[in-house]
């Protein structure tokens, strides 16, 4: 009786519509116009002050070594922000205190998994 009911829901299932949104239609959309986005780096405007990290609310903001520079014959790491969006409340706060604009709040919205980086 049980394998006629589970019959029953599979046969059903397969002539029923999908329960969840597909993905490409997820893509297309964009953020809330009640929010205001969430934070992009614009790496070319970054000097790597650190500025937004320090004050990030929620922690958000790790700055991460992504090369070397040559500075008056010393070598000096070059840094740079690396958002956590699972961390991140999307402020903006980041964007507004830095001095060079080199973070942009971007609306257009797009799926974000476990290890999405900036
Ligand atoms: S994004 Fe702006 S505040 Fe953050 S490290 Fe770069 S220059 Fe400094
Ligand atoms: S938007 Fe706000 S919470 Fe998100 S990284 Fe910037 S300062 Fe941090």
Do not use: H
């Amino acid at each position: 009786m049980a394998q006629l009911t589970m019959l029953k829901e599979v046969v059903k299932s397969l002539f029923s519509k999908p329960s969840t949104e597909p993905l490409a239609e997820v893509e297309k959309g964009v953020f809330s116009p009640y929010s205001r986005g969430y934070p992009v780096l614009i790496p070319e405007k970054c000097t790597g002050c650190s500025l937004c990290a320090m004050n990030c609310p929620s922690n958000a903001i790790t700055m991460k070594i992504v090369g070397e520079k040559n500075v008056g014959g010393r070598t000096l790491p070059v840094r740079r922000p690396e958002f956590n969006y699972f961390k991140c409340i999307y402020c903006g706060l980041c964007a507004q205190v830095c001095q060079f604009n080199a973070i942009e709040m971007r609306r257009e919205l797009v799926i974000l998994r476990p290890g999405s980086k900036c």
